[in-house]
Structures are given as C-alpha cells and as structure tokens.
C-alpha cells in the first residue's frame, strides 16, 4: 500500500495549532490521525514569518518560537524548497499569485503529494485537495 503524504497549507498548520475548530471534519480527522503523514513546507514558516513580522499573521507569531515543537507534537516533517519545485512554479497558470501557494502547489506536484487548504483556488490546479 502506498502511503499518502499531506502537505499542510499554511493556514491549516496556524489553525491546527491555534483554532483547530476552524478545521474541516475531514481534515481534522486526518491531522489527527497518527498514521497520517504530515508535511510542512519551509515556504510555509518563511510565509509565517514575514506576516508575524509585518504584524498581518499575529495568532502565528508565538508558533515561530516553538516550532520544533509543535512539528513534534503534530507528528509532521518538513520539506525544503528544492530547486525543482522552483522550476515547476513556471508550469503553473496564474489562477493564484500568492508566491508561497503557488510553491506549495508546485511542492505538491513535484512530491506527489495531497494538499490540506481551504483556499478554493488550490482547486483550479491538476492537485489533490483534500477539505
């Protein structure tokens, strides 16, 4: 059987931590679940901090301080930004010009994994949403 990966839109890893009943059943039902294979971008924590910074973020800012943490709770790992998912953002139409969505869309595709967002725009790309 092969094992599914989720890569956590940014807002859901903020929501998960902070107001998890923000959270879809269904995806609070997979972040839950101690099987589930959690993935983190690094373009998410870069996200969170520049909007903690520029004081847009506020509810995500004390999570920057213990980040480690929280992936340890969560059971969650990280994924880098790798010259490939930067090479595959050129691929993607313009339907989101949200730099860090776009990475995490090209992330997605390039690893073959299942995306956890609300953001209906994910939506209008050859990726796996899950809500």
């Given at each position: 059987m092969v094992?599914?990966?989720?890569?956590?839109?940014t807002h859901?890893?903020?929501?998960?931590?902070?107001?998890?009943?923000?959270?879809?059943?269904?995806?609070?039902?997979?972040?839950?679940?101690?099987?589930t294979?959690?993935?983190?971008?690094?373009?998410?924590?870069?996200e969170?901090?520049?909007?903690?910074g520029?004081?847009k973020f506020p509810?995500?800012?004390?999570?920057?301080d213990?980040l480690?943490?929280?992936?340890?709770?969560m059971g969650a790992e990280t994924?880098d930004?790798?010259?490939?998912h930067?090479?595959?953002?050129?691929?993607?139409d313009?339907h989101?010009?949200?730099?860090?969505?776009?990475?995490?869309?090209?992330?997605?595709r390039v690893?073959?994994?299942?995306i956890?967002t609300?953001d209906p725009?994910?939506?209008?790309?050859?990726?796996?949403?899950?809500?």
């Amino acid at each position: 059987m092969v094992q599914v990966s989720y890569l956590l839109d940014t807002h859901v890893f903020v929501w998960m931590l902070a107001e998890p009943g923000r959270l879809s059943d269904r995806a609070l039902g997979l972040v839950e679940n101690e099987d589930t294979t959690l993935v983190l971008s690094v373009a998410s924590i870069w996200e969170i901090a520049i909007k903690a910074g520029l004081g847009k973020f506020p509810q995500a800012e004390p999570l920057l301080d213990k980040l480690d943490d929280c992936l340890a709770r969560m059971g969650a790992e990280t994924i880098d930004v790798r010259r490939s998912h930067a090479v595959a953002t050129r691929e993607l139409d313009p339907h989101h010009r949200d730099p860090f969505d776009r990475m995490l869309i090209a992330q997605a595709r390039v690893e073959n994994m299942q995306i956890i967002t609300a953001d209906p725009a994910f939506r209008r790309y050859d990726v796996d949403i899950v809500w």
